[in-house]
């Protein structure tokens, strides 16, 4: 099975007015991480899943859902 992460980080930050760069900050990564993260191209670990759910005062599951890729 294939998983895909998808991500709410951006309307998230848009709710708390933080920019990639404050967010980076918040959770220690630089803001190019925060940037592929939204756009789907990295896949991150359950700690920096739950340092970001928290940053943004949200669940992992508020933040981050799991779709299974279908192929066929």
Known sequence: MNF?????????R?????????L??????RRETIHHIEKGKYNLS????YKI???????????FSFEEIVEG
Do not use: P
């Open 4 to 12: 895909v992460i998808r991500s709410r980080i951006k309307e998230l």
């Open 14 to 22: 848009a709710r708390y007015d933080l920019t990639q760069e404050q």
């Open 24 to 29: 980076a900050t918040l959770v220690d990564v």
């Open 46 to 49: 359950l700690l920096l899943a």
């Open 53 to 63: 759910s928290r940053a943004l005062e949200s669940t992992i599951e508020e933040v």
